[in-house]
Every structure is written in structure tokens, then in C-alpha cells.
């Protein structure tokens, strides 16, 4: 068997992989202080254009920053720590703001909500047909103004329409948790089903999440249902594709045995 060709592996990549290794192993710590670009490069016999890509690489994965006139530092690493079932019926907050708030970092959301016509796959998941009315929401969370997620979630406005709860970010009950929301026109969320899948992100999520180039995202596929005050039937009330930045946030499930 031909042996691996390691001279196909660019400098800087070789040099931004050894640092990434330290950073991962604890030899260098949280807030360390890095060497300059001129002591990497006669570190590593290689010119200074070549330290700074590598440098470039790590910065753009999040993992140093730079202080202008002081150098550059490993970034301490937190993760939101997004916890399973129990994260959906924990107080009125929407559950990103709980989360970043238990991970003593700072919530931020931008979202825009419009009406369109149910596709197929929404319909299916909504037990609706094509072309009913949803209200379609796009939400990007941060923590201390990093992208966190990015999702699409979808309503229908069969149930919400001409009521308080119509928008989710207006009115008395804007910015609420979903089953917060729900409750106050009479449904209680009894159930949630999610299918996580760990995939390559799009162009279009790389941007939105300032992803590094083949930086993997972890997309959850959601669907909530709840039961109308006074009934036992379970309706779906809100389908949801969630895409999270993988080094940000880590995924947590407490399964109680069937009874």
C-alpha cells in the first residue's frame, strides 16, 4: 500500500491543524496568548505569508482572536447546551434565551414572519393540505452576537389566525415560548418529535452561521403537537428545520423507560 502523500497537505493548513491539536488537548488554554506570526514562521521554517493563512484558518473557525496591540489569544469555547424533552415546557421564555442565559452569555434574535401557501413537505408535516395558509417564521439566534442557529418554522394560521398568537413576535404574547404562546388560546403541547441529522451546511448556512468552510452543521427536524383544551386529540401545531453550528452547541436527552 502507497503511503500518504503529506506533501499535499498546504503549510499553513499543517501549521493551523498543530495549533488546532494544542487547543484541543489543553496545552494551550483558554485566553493563552499565541505566538506572533514571526515566531511561527521561524518556528515552523516557513515564510510569514504562510504563518498568517494559518493564522487566518483558526480565526475564522473562532478558535483565537486578535487585540490590536496586544496579540492574538485562544478564544474560550462555551456551548449552548440545548437539553431534550423537558426544554419545552420550562417557563414562558423562548428556550434560546434559557439556554444562553444558563451558559452566562448574551441572547440575541433576528426573525421576519410572512403568510405563504403550505408546500407539500410542510403540509404533510402539519396534516394539512398543499396550499393552506401557515405562517412561515425565519429566526437566527445568538449568543454574545455569535450565530448560533438558523431556522424555518412554520404554523398553521388555521389554528392562530384572528387570535393573539397570530405573529409570534407581536402582541402580548411576542416572544414567547411556543407552548406559552399556545396555551394562552387554549392548547397544551404534549409532544415533541425531532430527527437530528449531522450534515455538510450549505453556502447559504455558512454564511448565516459564519461558518468555516467544511464546518459540518447539525439540523433538527421538528414537529410539535398539542391537544386542544377540552379534547385528546393530538394536533400538530408547529413544524420547524433548525440548523445549528456544531461547535457551538452541544445536544442533551434524558429518556425516562416507558411505562
Do not use: C
Amino acid at each position: 500500500m502507497a503511503r500518504p502523500d503529506h506533501r499535499r497537505v498546504p503549510e499553513y493548513e499543517r501549521i493551523a491543524g498543530d495549533i488546532r491539536r494544542q487547543i484541543r488537548d489543553s496545552a494551550l488554554a483558554p485566553e493563552d496568548r499565541l505566538p506572533s506570526a514571526a515566531a511561527l514562521s521561524d518556528h515552523y521554517g516557513v515564510s510569514m505569508i504562510t504563518a498568517k493563512n494559518a493564522m487566518n484558518v483558526l480565526r475564522s473557525e473562532g478558535l483565537i482572536y486578535g487585540v490590536p496591540g496586544k496579540g492574538t489569544f485562544v478564544t474560550a469555547q462555551r456551548r449552548l447546551r440545548r437539553s431534550a424533552p423537558h426544554r419545552y415546557f420550562q417557563g414562558s421564555a423562548p428556550t434560546y434565551v434559557l439556554e444562553a442565559e444558563r451558559a452566562r452569555m448574551q441572547p440575541r434574535v433576528e426573525h421576519a414572519t410572512s403568510r405563504m401557501a403550505a408546500t407539500d413537505s410542510v403540509a404533510r408535516r402539519l396534516d394539512l393540505s398543499v396550499g393552506d395558509d401557515v405562517a412561515e417564521t425565519t429566526t437566527r439566534t445568538f449568543a454574545d452576537d455569535r450565530p448560533v442557529s438558523w431556522s424555518y418554522s412554520w404554523e398553521p394560521l388555521a389554528i392562530t389566525a384572528n387570535t393573539e398568537i397570530e405573529d409570534p413576535h407581536a402582541g402580548a404574547h411576542g416572544g414567547k415560548g411556543l407552548a406559552a404562546r399556545f396555551a394562552a388560546i387554549g392548547w397544551t403541547v404534549e409532544q415533541v418529535e425531532e430527527n437530528l441529522i449531522i450534515r455538510d451546511a450549505t453556502t447559504e448556512e455558512r454564511t448565516a452561521l459564519a461558518l468555516p468552510l467544511g464546518a459540518p452543521v447539525a439540523e433538527v427536524r421538528q414537529t410539535v403537537r398539542a391537544v386542544r383544551d377540552g379534547q385528546d386529540d393530538l394536533v400538530p401545531i408547529e413544524a420547524a428545520d433548525i440548523v445549528f453550528a456544531t461547535d457551538r452547541i452541544e445536544f442533551n436527552y434524558l429518556m425516562d423507560r416507558p411505562h
